[in-house]
Nanobody, 117 residues
Framework: VHLVESGGGLVQPGGSLRLSCVAS????????MSWYRQAPEKEREWVAG????????LYADSVKGRFTISRDNTKNTVYLQMNSLKPEDTAVYYC???????????WGQGTQVTVSS
């Protein structure tokens, strides 16, 4: 299993970012996928999930209405569009298989998102 996240950066409050996660080592189209994040000195938390064909999505209350998860099974990639970013969204963002619970013990390097003025 290999998961490579990208797209993070420094953004001002109210700004937007689009994260990508390219997966390999498993049959991507057969796995639900999720995004997670870990802020400094906090435990990793689930952010959003999407079913295998993208027909259903689910979001943590803290990001509902601001974040959108999507996937492209032809590219083995899951995305997270983040709008109206807040300082409390600052964290390292990771993807993993699974809908609300990580399927693999393996985690990629993540991508840092910093929301600050």
């Amino acid at each position: 299993v290999h998961l490579v996240e990208s797209g993070g950066g420094l953004v001002q409050p109210g700004g937007s970012l689009r994260l990508s996660c390219v997966a390999s080592g498993f049959t991507f189209s057969t796995k639900h996928m999720s995004w997670y994040r870990q802020a400094p000195e906090k435990e990793r938390e689930w952010v959003a999930g999407i079913t295998t064909a993208g027909g259903s999505t689910l979001y943590a209350d803290s990001v509902k209405g601001r974040f959108t998860i999507s996937r492209d099974n032809t590219k083995n990639t899951v995305y997270l569009q983040m709008n109206s970013l807040k300082p409390e969204d600052t964290a390292v963002y990771y993807c993993n298989a699974g809908y609300r619970t990580p399927f693999y013990d393996y985690w990629g390097q993540g991508t840092q998102v910093t929301v600050s003025s």
